[in-house]
């Protein structure tokens, strides 16, 4: 069974960084995006960065203005984010997703936490 296993979060003072990843344990073909969301208290969850395959590119939420960075590495199964210059108001769970032929796979997410 292929779980993904989430890893980096914590508190972090605003201005500062984090870097989040997400490992694919198991046996695994190959994953047609891999993306995180977040999903702050009463909020819904949103889209923060996703990597597409067969040439789908990268996508980022508006909010993110340059500030975090997605990566993958199909080889390890894991996709990164790194996040810079934390806002309080990304404070959130942040989940990573991965799409593998067709089903949508979760990860149980790890807190952020930035504190002003």
């Known amino acids: 069974q292929v779980q993904l296993v989430e890893s980096g979060g914590g508190l972090v003072q605003a201005g500062g960084s984090l870097r989040l990843s997400c490992t694919a344990t198991?046996?695994?073909?190959?994953?047609?995006?891999m993306s995180w969301y977040r999903q702050a208290p009463g909020e819904q969850r949103v889209l923060v960065a996703g990597?597409?395959?067969?040439?789908?590119?990268?996508v980022y939420g508006d909010f993110v203005k340059g500030r975090f960075t997605v990566s993958r590495d199909n080889a390890r199964k894991t996709v990164s984010l790194q996040m810079n210059t934390l806002e309080p108001g990304d404070t959130a769970i942040y989940y990573c997703?991965?799409?593998?032929?067709?089903?949508?796979?979760w990860g149980r997410g790890t807190q952020v936490t930035v504190s002003s």
């Open positions: 198991g046996s695994i073909y190959s994953a047609t995006s």
């Open positions: 997703k991965m799409t593998i032929r067709g089903v949508d796979l």
């Open positions: 990597t597409y395959g067969g040439g789908g590119g990268v």
